[in-house]
C-alpha cells in the first residue's frame, strides 16, 4: 500500500529514469533495478529505458531549470559540510522516533531526500531507532472510534464489498459481498434508518473506479470505512480504465509516436496514468515525466500583454481596529469585490482593496496575454495550426506562485504575430502583476515529441502517446483521470454533522486536476485555493482519517471546509499531489468569526508528506485559513515547492506545533521557508480565553515547539512570521540554514522566541520592526550561529523607548571570527551600558557542542 520510490516501481520512461538517477547515487538505484526485474515488475521499465542515454529535457539559453534536482543542491554554499553530515544524521534519528510503525518503511525515502549518502557517504543506520507508542495526541486528546473487526450483538452492523467478486444483489456478507461503495452505503443507510444500530463497519477490498463523488451524510454517522484485512488493499480511483488499440503515426531515431480511439470511453483525458505512474501532457519545454522539478522559459525573454480594465471595485473596511502595530498596518478588516477580483469565486479579496499593505503590495491584476511576435523561437513550433486546448503555466514574478492560463478558442490566437490572448486563469493566486515570470506551454499537439507525454484531441478523441523506441505502448493499466472529488463527507448542517465516521487503511488515486476550476481567496496571506479536494470533509465532528495513502491525485488530497470540530488526520502518507496535501478553511461573516463555521481542534498526526505540488505551486503540506486550535504533531514534510506549512492569517490562534521535521521546501520558489504566516486581516473570536462575550481581534497564543525545520534551498527563514503575524510562542526549536533566524515584519509583534537553536544562517539572528508598549517581541536564551562576514546580530530599534523594545537577554551567539555588531556597536560595548544581558560571542563552536544541543533539544524527555 505504501508509495514505492523505486526506479523500476515508478518511472517507466527512459528519461524520467535518467532524472531520478544522478550520477553518485547510481550504484542504488541500478541494484534496486536488479532486485525489481527478479521479481518480475522491472520488465516495462526496461522496455522504456532503451534509449536511456538519448532522451534528454530541452536545454537553452532562454531556458530555467530547477536547481533542486541536481545532486547535491540540498546543502546550502554556506554550511559547513561536516556540521551539515552530523545534522541529517540527527534528521534521520529524529525521523525514526516520530515516525510510526505503519510508515517505517517510508525512512529510506527521508534519507534519499535528505542526502545522506550523496552529501555523507555511506552512514550507520539509525532508521529503526526510537518509537513512538504514547508520545503523541497529548493535546485535544479524546478516545478514538476504533472498531473491532468482528462483535457480535444487534447493535453492530457489518457489510462486506469487493471490487473483484461481489454483487449489488448479494446481502454484504463476507461470503456474499456486494460489488460497489455506493451500494453500500445505500444498504448502511437504511438498514440504520430501520434498526438501531450503534457503529458500522463497511469492509472493502480491490480498486474501485468510482464514476462520480461518494457522497456520505449524517445518516452515515458513527460508520467505519476500512480496508478488509486479510484481503486485497482497498483502492478508490477517480480514473476511468481505458480499452485501447494502438497504431503508428510516426517515429524517430529513439522515440514512436502512437494514436488510439477513445470515441465512447471519455470526452477528455486531462491526466493519464500508465500502471499507476502519472505521464504529463504534451509541453514545451519538455520535461521527464516522473520529477518533480520543472524546467520553463525565462519569462523575462517573453513580452506580456497588459492586464484587463474589469473596472473598479467596490470596498469594505470595519469601522473596529485591531490594535498592536506601531505603524498601523493591518488594523482595519478591509476588502474589495468585483473589479479585477470578479475572476475569483466568491469574488472578492483583501488584495483587491482599496489600500492593500504589505510587501510589494498592490491591487490585483495579471497579464492579459503572452506576445512572441518579437521571440517567436521561443516556441520553436509555431505557429500551432490548433492552440484551442492550449494551456499556459506561468510563475509569478518573484515565484510567489503560479498562474495557469487557457487560450480556450482559436480566436484569442494570433498566428502571424505569434500572439495568445489569455481567456480565462490567473486565479490560482492571490497576488497579481502587470507581468508573467518563467513559464510553459502545455496541452498542444506540436509539441507532443518527446517519451511520456501524450495529447488528446477533445474534437476527434483520439488519444496520441510518445514512447521510446518503436515498440508499441502497452494495452493495458491505461487509465484517464477524470473524477475530482472521490469522497465527500458532508453533514446536512453544524447542528447535524456526520459524527464519529472513520476511513481506514484505503488508498486514494487519480483525482482529475482543479487548477482551473473556481478558485477563492480564503484571506488576507498570499494564497488562492480552490474549495474541493480528493476527501472533502464539512459539517462533521469526531471523523478520523488514519493509515490511508493519497497518492498521485492531481488536485489537493484532502480538505476540512467550515465547520469540522475534533477531526484526527493521523499516520496517513500523502505522496505525487498535485496541489496540497491537507488545507483547512472556514467561513466568516467578514471579520466576525464567531459563527463557528471554522475546523476547529484538528489533530494532524504522524503523517509523512512529501512530493507535492507536482502541478500548482503554492502548495503545502498542511494550509489552514479561518482555522484555529489545530495540532500538528510528529508529522514529516519535504519536498515541496513552497512553505511546507502555512498559516494564511491569524484567525483564532490556539494552534500548536510539535516535534514535527520540515525539509526540502521552497524548492521551487522565492522566499518563505519550512513554516510561514500572514496575519494582514483581522478576525474577531472567542478563542481567547479573555475574549469576553463580544470576542476580540486578540487571538490565543500559538505555540511552535520541538521542531526541527530545515531551511535548506535558501529559505528566507525557517520560521517566516510574514505581513502582520503576531501571538506566537516559538521555543525549543532547531532552525537550520535560512537567511534570518526570527523575522517579525510590517506590523507584526508579540512574538516569542525562546530556548531556540539557529544554526549557520546566513544573515542575521533577528529582524524586528518597531513595537508598541505592551506588545513587544521576545528573543532570550537562544543560540545563534551565523556564516556572514561583518555580522551584525540583526536590526531592531535601537532608538526605542525600554517599554518599547523588545526583550532581549542570554544569547549565545557565534561567528567566523568570534566578534558581531548590536546597533553598530561592538557586543561587549553595547553590553556595558546594560543592555543585552547574559549574552556572549565567540567563534564557531564544534560539531559536537551543537549537534549535543540539537539532541537535547529534540530527543531528550520525548
Known amino acids: 500500500q505504501r508509495s514505492d520510490t523505486s526506479v523500476a516501481a515508478t518511472i517507466p520512461f527512459a528519461a524520467s529514469c535518467k532524472w531520478r538517477l544522478g550520477v553518485a547515487p547510481a550504484f542504488r538505484y541500478i541494484a534496486r533495478f536488479t532486485m525489481a526485474l527478479w521479481l518480475g515488475k522491472g520488465a516495462l521499465c526496461l522496455l522504456w529505458c532503451v534509449s536511456l542515454v ?35 544524521q540527527l534528521a534521520m534519528q529524529f525521523a525514526a522516533t516520530i515516525v510510526p510503525d505503519q510508515l517505517r518503511d517510508l525512512l529510506p525515502a527521508v534519507s534519499d531526500a535528505l542526502e545522506i549518502d550523496v552529501l555523507c557517504g555511506n552512514v550507520e543506520d539509525t532508521a529503526t531507532e526510537g518509537r513512538t507508542e504514547g508520545r503523541f495526541a497529548s493535546r485535544h486528546s479524546r478516545t478514538s472510534h476504533e472498531p473491532a473487526m468482528h462483535q457480535d450483538g444487534s447493535n453492530v452492523l457489518n457489510l462486506y464489498v469487493s471490487a473483484a467478486s461481489g454483487d449489488d444483489s448479494n446481502e454484504g456478507s463476507m461470503a456474499r459481498p456486494l460489488l460497489t461503495i455506493e451500494e453500500a452505503l445505500v444498504r448502511h443507510k437504511k438498514i440504520r434508518q430501520n434498526h438501531q444500530y450503534g457503529r458500522a463497519t463497511i469492509y472493502l477490498s480491490g480498486r474501485f473506479h468510482v464514476k462520480d463523488v461518494l457522497s456520505i451524510d449524517d445518516g452515515h454517522s458513527f460508520l467505519t470505512l476500512r480496508d478488509w484485512p486479510g484481503e486485497d488493499v482497498p483502492l478508490i480511483s477517480g480514473g476511468v480504465p481505458l480499452k485501447v488499440e494502438w497504431n503508428p503515426v510516426g517515429q524517430s531515431q529513439v522515440s514512436s509516436t502512437w494514436s488510439t480511439d477513445l470515441t465512447g470511453q471519455v470526452a477528455s483525458v486531462p491526466g493519464l496514468r500508465i500502471d499507476g505512474q502519472r505521464l504529463f501532457r504534451a509541453r514545451y519545454p519538455n520535461v521527464n515525466s516522473m520529477t518533480t522539478g520543472d524546467i520553463r522559459i525565462a519569462g523575462g525573454s517573453a513580452a506580456w500583454v497588459a492586464p484587463k480594465d474589469m473596472g473598479t471595485p467596490s470596498y469594505y473596511t470595519s469601522n473596529l481596529t485591531r490594535e498592536g502595530t506601531a505603524d498601523g498596518e493591518f488594523s482595519k478588516y478591509t476588502i474589495g469585490s468585483g473589479g479585477p477580483c470578479s475572476i475569483f469565486s466568491p469574488p472578492e479579496s483583501y488584495w483587491c482593496a482599496e489600500h492593500p499593505e504589505g510587501g510589494g503590495a498592490f491591487q490585483f491584476r495579471v497579464p492579459s496575454g503572452l506576445n512572441l511576435s518579437a521571440a517567436p523561437s521561443l516556441l520553436p513550433n509555431l505557429p500551432y495550426k490548433d492552440a484551442s486546448q492550449a494551456v499556459f503555466n506561468v510563475w509569478r514574478p518573484a515565484r510567489w506562485a503560479n498562474w495557469m492560463f487557457e487560450v480556450d478558442s482559436n480566436k484569442n490566437y494570433d498566428r502571424e504575430d505569434s500572439i495568445f490572448y489569455f481567456e480565462r486563469g490567473g486565479f490560482q493566486g492571490a497576488r497579481g502583476n502587470d507581468n508573467g515570470g518563467d513559464f510553459f506551454v502545455e496541452n498542444v499537439m506540436e509539441e507532443l515529441d518527446y517519451p511520456g507525454e501524450f495529447f488528446f484531441n477533445e474534437t476527434t478523441c483520439t488519444l496520441y502517446l510518445v514512447v521510446n523506441g518503436t515498440s508499441s505502448p502497452p494495452t493495458e493499466g491505461l487509465v484517464a483521470t477524470s473524477v475530482k472529488d472521490l469522497m465527500q463527507i458532508i453533514g446536512g448542517s453544524p447542528e447535524r454533522p456526520v459524527k464519529g465516521l472513520h476511513v481506514k487503511g484505503i488508498t486514494f488515486v487519480d483525482s ?45 488530497a484532502l480538505m476540512l471546509s467550515g465547520y469540522n470540530r475534533f477531526t484526527e488526520i493521523r499516520e496517513n502518507e500523502f505522496v505525487f499531489i498535485g496541489d496540497t496535501a491537507m488545507a483547512a478553511w472556514g467561513f466568516t461573516d467578514n471579520e466576525y468569526g464567531t459563527n463557528g463555521l471554522q475546523p476547529r481542534y484538528t489533530q494532524v498526526v504522524q503523517n509523512v508528506v512529501h512530493e507535492i505540488g507536482i502541478f500548482t505551486k503554492q502548495a503545502s503540506c498542511w494550509f489552514q485559513a479561518k482555522t484555529s486550535q489545530s495540532l500538528l504533531e510528529g508529522n514529516i514534510c519535504f519536498n515541496g515547492p513552497r512553505a511546507g506549512i502555512n498559516f494564511n492569517d491569524g484567525f483564532g490562534g490556539g494552534s500548536r506545533l510539535t516535534r514535527n521535521l520540515v525539509f526540502n521546501t521552497c524548492r521551487q520558489s522565492g522566499d518563505h521557508g519550512p513554516f510561514n504566516s500572514w496575519d494582514r486581516l483581522p478576525f474577531i473570536t472567542e478563542v481567547n480565553p479573555d475574549a469576553g462575550p463580544n470576542g476580540s481581534f486578540v487571538p490565543a497564543m500559538n505555540e511552535i515547539d520541538h521542531n526541527f525545520m530545515i531551511g535548506n534551498y535558501e529559505s528566507q527563514e525557517a520560521i517566516d512570521n510574514d505581513d502582520g503575524s503576531c501571538y506566537y510562542s516559538t521555543h525549543d526549536n532547531v532552525f537550520l540554514y535560512s537567511g534570518n533566524g526570527m523575522k517579525n515584519d510590517f506590523g507584526g509583534h508579540d512574538n516569542h522566541h525562546f530556548n531556540n537553536l ?9 529582524s524586528i520592526v518597531a513595537q508598541l508598549p505592551g506588545h513587544i517581541d521576545f528573543f532570550f536564551n537562544n543560540t545563534c550561529v551565523l556564516t556572514n562576514a561583518d555580522p551584525s546580530i540583526g536590526s531592531f530599534d535601537c532608538d526605542a523607548a525600554p517599554d518599547a523594545a523588545p526583550f532581549m537577554e542570554g544569547l549565545d551567539l557565534y561567528t567566523r571570527d568570534g566578534n558581531i555588531t548590536v546597533c553598530s556597536e561592538p557586543l561587549k560595548e553595547y553590553m556595558a551600558s546594560g543592555k543585552l544581558p547574559y549574552s556572549s560571542v565567540g567563534a564557531w563552536p564544534s560539531d559536537e557542542y551543537l549537534i549535543d544541543l540539537a539532541t537535547a533539544i529534540l530527543l531528550e524527555n520525548m
Not at 530541452?58 to 554556506?78: M, N
Not at 539557529?758 to 533577528?766: D, G, I, R, V
Open 54 to 88: 538519448y532522451a534528454q529535457p530541452a536545454t537553452g539559453d532562454d531556458l530555467v531549470v530547477d536547481a533542486f534536482t541536481q545532486p547535491g543542491s540540498s546543502r546550502p554554499s554556506y554550511a559547513p559540510a561536516s556540521f551539515d553530515c552530523k545534522a541529517r
Open 512 to 556: 482529475a486536476h482543479t487548477y482551473l476550476d473556481a478558485h477563492g481567496i480564503p484571506s488576507g496571506g498570499d494564497w488562492a485555493l480552490q474549495r474541493k479536494a480528493a476527501l472533502f470533509l464539512e459539517n462533521t465532528t469526531e471523523c478520523i482519517i488514519s493509515q490511508c495513502l493519497f497518492k498521485n491525485l492531481d488536485g489537493n
Open 758 to 766: 539557529y544554526a549557520y544562517s546566513s544573515n542575521e539572528c533577528l
